[in-house]
T-cell receptor
Framework: AQTVTQSQPEMSVQEAETVTLSCTYDTSESDYYLFWYKQPPSRQMILVIR??????QNATENRFSVNFQKAAKSFSLKISDSQLGDAAMYFC?????????????FGKGTRLHILP | DSGVTQTPKHLITATGQRVTLRCSPRSGDLSVYWYQQSLDQGLQFLIQ???????AKGNILERFSAQQFPDLHSELNLSSLELGDSALYFCASSRSGSNQPQHFGDGTRLSIL
């Protein structure tokens, strides 16, 4: 079974600084997708960024980028120029590419605080 | 706005009761997924339906059941409720294919007194 581990329950960063959230996963599959979701106090689940395992290039979405290391099964999220609105719970997630098993497996989350 | 609608937003009930949570997927999405978010267990997959048929089952209790109707909306039924069932229940939907992203509703907050 696949697992997702986020080893940092909480992190803090100064506004305008850069922060990296860590995530490791375990799977025997070769084809899958990885995601970072953001959950602000409103409790909505917002997709931040997505990475296909078959792509070597790291995904980037504006101030958000990932460092995907497939061999190490590592998938970290870097947030540049942190803003107050980035304060939220961040979940790393795994999804199989299997047609019959495409549920999402979430890590426990990292709560990110932005210090003004 | 994700396009996924969940009702009600909040539900307060007592132990032993039965409730039904409703989810309307985005237009065109055939797959519906249910997740439970509790403080001690985090976000866990419960069950998936695809075009009316159950496709995958996760850590769903026998007291819980779900179905997807011909109009593709889905309902999650929770019975014999216990204090530990208090959680945020999310519905997500996606188009066919695992490369399609899942879009989450705003969730239903269930509180058991």
């Amino acid at each position: 079974a696949q697992t997702v581990t986020q080893s940092q329950p909480e992190m803090s960063v100064q506004e305008a600084e850069t922060v990296t959230l860590s995530c490791t996963y375990d799977t025997s599959e070769s084809d899958y997708y990885l995601f970072w979701y953001k959950q602000p106090p409103s409790r909505q689940m917002i997709l931040v960024i997505r990475q296909e395992a078959y792509k070597q290039q790291n995904a980037t979405e504006n101030r958000f980028s990932v460092n995907f290391q497939k061999a190490a099964k590592s998938f970290s999220l870097k947030i540049s120029d942190s803003q107050l609105g980035d304060a939220a719970m961040y979940f790393c997630a795994y999804r199989s590419a299997s047609y019959w098993d495409d549920k999402i497996i979430f890590g426990k989350g990292t709560r990110l605080h932005i210090l003004p | 706005d994700s396009g996924v609608t969940q009702t009600p937003k909040h539900l307060i009930t007592a132990t032993g009761q039965r409730v039904t949570l409703r989810c309307s997927p985005r237009s065109g999405d055939l797959s519906v997924y249910w997740y439970q978010q509790s403080l001690d267990q985090g976000l866990q997959f419960l069950i998936q339906y695809y075009n009316g048929e159950e496709r995958a089952k996760g850590n769903i209790l026998e007291r819980f059941s779900a179905q997807q109707f011909p109009d593709l909306h889905s309902e999650l039924n929770l019975s014999s409720l216990e204090l530990g069932d208090s959680a945020l229940y999310f519905c997500a939907s996606s188009r066919s294919g695992s490369n399609q992203p899942q879009h989450f509703g705003d969730g239903t907050r269930l509180s058991i007194l």
